[in-house]
């Protein structure tokens, strides 16, 4: 091999990386975008009417809008922030699943009810129903 084959050699082995990279990039810029239109960001047909929000700083009457996928806890990084003692960090999980809400806890300290009920697993709601996160106290109505 002369040093023009190896140049040669070279110049295709480079192309060859580049557009592997190209392709690399491309899907990975794919799957984000996929990723932020989730359902999760998108906002579920229903809200938390708040029943006694406790010590919560919220108000009696109070309606906090549902995305797909809200995150309830009493740490600023969840969808619904209830910043009550006996709430924890991450508390509870509501989904809506196209057909209707469910609701899971998720290892709080002062656990989450349904109409009373503690929730032990994923558990079913529909409008109307009483969801008790710690103290604070909300309904789930329709818009």
């Given amino acids: 091999m002369n040093v023009d084959d190896i140049l040669l050699v070279g110049r295709v082995l ?9 392709f690399l990039l491309a899907a990975l810029l ?14 579920g047909p229903a809200d938390l009417l708040l029943v006694d929000p406790a010590e919560s700083g919220l108000d009696a009457g ?3 809008p549902l995305l797909a996928l809200s995150r309830v806890g009493r740490s600023a990084d969840n969808d619904v922030v209830l910043d009550d003692t ?16 469910v609701v899971e806890d ?18 079913a709601v529909k409008p109307g129903d009483t969801i008790e996160f710690g103290r604070v106290k909300g309904k789930l109505v329709t818009l």
């Fill in 14 to 22: 480079f192309i060859v990386a580049l557009y592997l990279f190209l």
């Fill in 30 to 43: 794919r799957r984000e975008l996929r990723q932020s239109a989730s359902p999760s960001e998108e906002r």
């Fill in 62 to 64: 109070e309606r906090i």
């Fill in 86 to 101: 006996f709430v924890s960090t991450e508390h509870a999980r509501l989904v809506w699943n196209g057909r209707g809400w």
């Fill in 106 to 123: 998720l290892k709080s300290t002062n656990g989450t009810r349904v109409n009373g009920h503690p929730v032990k697993k994923t558990t």
